[in-house]
């Protein structure tokens, strides 16, 4: 087994940025692999009989119903994560195929591979700046490990350790918002979530392939409106008690000084 895996989440193997980013990633001592994505462009994947699609709690929670192509890049990432976790992998890199890599991508990922097993989920770039802590610095004294208290959005790539493989897998067979989110939503299920500043990826700039189901929000029903607040209320208060039971992992927290990346559309 490869000290050093790095998945490609792809759907078009063959485009010259896929190629480099494999060649780039090999020249560095990973051993990168392409692997299919879940194609939801036209209409709902078809699901193995372990995946349902929740459309039910989307709404509730989402006041929308997710979107056929979200819904395959939720299974892109699941079921790259579940043949990681059947193949006997401890870590894995993943990656979509639609980033570009900074220098210091090599040195700092293969250090995230050799951290403690507490550190289940690394997120290498973010779509949100968020209050963080800073855990500890890599060796070149730049990066840092940090613990956000809440949610980056984004998937474009992270490490993922064995039992936050586990996790995900348990929790994640029903899906009801996309993925980033899903793992925005780590308090839920106890995914012990970290991120590297500054970024180690960004999102190159293209049209999306997955159209996103908050853009053109589908009627739901009335009731839903006015379940919806007290559903999210009871969301934050069981993050907020999530975040007491452990505050010494998530504080003291404050921004980061200055954009951490340079994904163009992050938010400060």
């Keep these: 087994m490869a000290l050093f895996p790095c998945w490609i989440i792809t759907l078009n193997p063959q485009h010259d940025h896929v190629v480099c980013l494999l060649k780039q990633l090999r020249d560095w001592g990973f051993d990168p692999e392409l692997f299919p994505g879940v194609d939801g462009r036209k209409q709902i994947p078809s699901l193995f009989p372990d995946e349902q699609v929740a459309q039910k709690i989307t709404r509730i929670r989402h006041l929308c119903e997710l979107t056929s192509s979200e819904v395959g890049g939720y299974l892109s990432h699941l079921r790259a994560i579940k043949r990681a976790y059947s193949q006997g992998f401890y870590r894995v890199c993943i990656l979509e195929d639609d980033v570009g890599l900074e220098s210091s991508f090599e040195s700092v990922v293969k250090e ?14 973010a779509l949100k ?11 070149n004294g730049q990066h840092q490990l940090v613990r956000p208290e809440r949610g980056w959005c984004g998937g474009q790539g992270y490490v993922l350790n064995r039992r936050g493989m586990e996790k995900i897998i348990k929790a994640g067979s029903s899906i009801f918002e996309p993925i980033d989110k899903f793992y925005d939503h780590f308090w839920e299920y106890d995914l012990r979530l970290y991120g590297v500043e500054p970024h180690l990826i960004w999102e190159m700039s293209h049209p999306s392939n997955i159209l996103k189901s908050n853009v053109a929000q589908s009627r739901v029903s009335w009731w839903l409106y006015w379940l919806h607040p007290f559903n999210k209320l009871w969301r934050s208060l069981k993050r907020h008690a999530y975040q007491i039971q452990h505050k010494s992992e998530f504080y003291p927290a404050e921004f980061p000084q200055g954009k951490p990346g340079k994904t163009k559309r992050m938010k400060l």
């Design 129 to 139: 700046v968020r209050k963080r802590k800073i855990v500890e610095y890599f060796s």
């Design 112 to 125: 995230v591979f050799g951290l403690p097993e507490k550190v289940e989920m690394v997120r290498l770039m």
